[in-house]
């Protein structure tokens, strides 16, 4: 499976953390399920947006991309998924770019432009358009395509850019067609190729690569292989293409133009990274989403449910479920609907009810079978009284050990028979989002609300 990455100038934001948690959940389910999968997830470490930044900061290319590489991988690790397999950079695949480019010229689908540029010539290639349904004729120079006098037709993309005069020598590299860098779209087709070779299974992204970035991959990987005249039987560059829908805030599209982001770390500051998880695959991974902080309280109060339930039988464990087993049928029929994880998550939700309903030894196997099952979905693995207690994470409200001392003073009020101070004390923290659970024993457990 390869994943378009991220484009290293500037911290990720929330819509980056729904492609990294999407695919994070499409692996270990694979896995889970018995797949071998090997996972590439690329760095886009060359672009404009790169070079500009540069540019503005005086620094080298290389200290501002390392520097949010760096920052990446700990908005990743801060929202405890796991690493790719292999995490190509574009700069460390130049040659293949332009050995790529090579064959695309030899086959007559290239050529080189008079302000140097090498382009992609869309209209010899008779089936472009077929991932994202756009006809040549539907297809205007004005949607996310550049256009340059250089270009023979406004619909042809770039391969190769020649470098301008007034740009650092560390953005260009030497070229049969004069220095200069790759354009965007071939990045993606020589690392994935040259690394899961020129046919392989799943290629994922953002909604908004559909086109015209997926669209131009399967255009020159498929006519480098295969020129201008595939045929009917040749093996297709991807066979299943997934995209995970749009985070929107107020309805409309989060990007950093609308300046409408959030970035992952501000947001981790608030919310625990288990419910942020939560929040991405309550929906189903092709559905745009609503972000907005109601949204993640909602998402928590899902996840309190469910570590509620846990919270009864604490020795609860992950454990090798019978394929036969009436919750694990549910729950794997709905993940292998493409990954229906709203579905998979209403049958942990099914299952917390009978947890809380059983007694005994029926608790146990039905608390170790929703521990089993919400790890699937690298859920409910934490210690449920420490989630419970843990809330928000900001420094609003009360803190545990202020908690502990209210608890305290309210088991001091009881044994002097001042049970309205008691009583008070409760009430008092229960608006301020603590709830107390009186236990056998004079034992008081509290959990956020």
């Known amino acids: 499976m390869y994943v378009c990455g991220m484009t290293v100038y500037d911290f990720c934001h929330i819509g980056h953390a729904r492609v990294m948690i999407v695919f994070d959940m499409v692996v270990r389910w694979l896995r889970a399920s018995g797949y071998e999968v090997l996972y590439v997830r690329n760095i886009t470490d060359i672009d404009d947006k790169i070079i500009n930044r540069a540019i503005e900061n005086g620094e080298p290319i290389s200290a501002l991309t390392g520097r949010f590489i760096d920052a990446m991988h700990a908005d990743s690790d801060e929202l405890g998924l796991m690493?790719?397999?292999?995490?190509?950079?574009?700069?460390?695949?130049?040659?293949?770019m332009q050995g790529m480019i090579g064959k695309l010229i030899e086959n007559e689908l290239a050529y080189q432009a008079d302000d140097g540029d090498v382009n992609f010539a869309v209209r010899l290639l008779p089936d472009y358009g077929r991932l994202s349904g756009k006809s040549l004729d539907e297809l205007n120079a004005g949607e996310r395509v550049a256009v340059t006098g250089g270009k023979r037709d406004p619909l042809d993309f770039v391969l190769w850019k020649?470098?301008?005069?007034?740009?650092?020598?560390?953005?260009?590299?030497?070229?049969p067609w004069g220095e200069g860098r790759p354009g965007w779209h071939i990045e993606c087709s020589a690392m994935s190729c040259d690394l899961l070779g020129e046919h392989f299974d799943i290629h994922g992204g953002g909604a908004d690569l559909q086109f015209p970035h997926h669209e131009n991959e399967i255009a020159q990987s498929e006519g480098a292989l295969y020129g201008k005249n595939r045929s009917a039987d040749d093996a297709p560059f991807v066979n299943y293409w997934m995209h995970n829908g749009h985070i929107r805030v107020n309805e409309e599209k989060m990007s950093k133009s609308l300046g409408n982001f959030f970035l992952i770390r501000d947001v981790l500051k608030s919310f625990d990274p288990e419910v942020i998880r939560f929040f991405m695959l309550k929906a189903h991974y092709r559905s745009p989403i609503n972000y907005s902080d109601a949204q993640l309280e909602e998402a928590r109060s899902g996840l309190v449910r469910l570590y509620t339930a846990l919270s009864q039988a604490p020795e609860a464990r992950v454990e090798t479920l019978e394929i036969e087993n009436p919750w694990v049928k549910r729950f794997s029929a709905a993940m292998n609907d493409d990954f229906n994880t709203p579905e998979a998550i209403a049958v942990l939700f099914d299952l917390a009810s009978e947890v809380n309903r059983a007694s005994g030894h029926e608790k146990s196997g039905l608390a170790n079978t929703l521990k089993s099952l919400g790890a699937a979905l690298h859920f409910l693995q934490r210690d449920p009284t420490h989630f419970l207690q843990s809330g928000i994470k900001s420094d609003d409200g009360l803190s545990p050990a202020q908690i502990e001392a209210q608890i305290a003073a309210r088991v001091s009020a009881k044994q002097a028979k001042d049970f309205a101070k008691a009583d008070l004390i409760r009430k008092t923290?229960?608006?301020?989002g603590i709830v107390l659970e009186d236990k056998p024993g004079g034992i008081t457990e509290w959990r956020r609300a």
């Open 429 to 432: 923290l229960l608006e301020q």
């Open 162 to 175: 020649s470098a301008k005069p007034e740009e650092p020598a560390d953005t260009r590299w030497k070229s």
């Open 83 to 96: 690493h790719p397999d292999l995490e190509p950079r574009a700069t460390d695949y130049i040659a293949q």
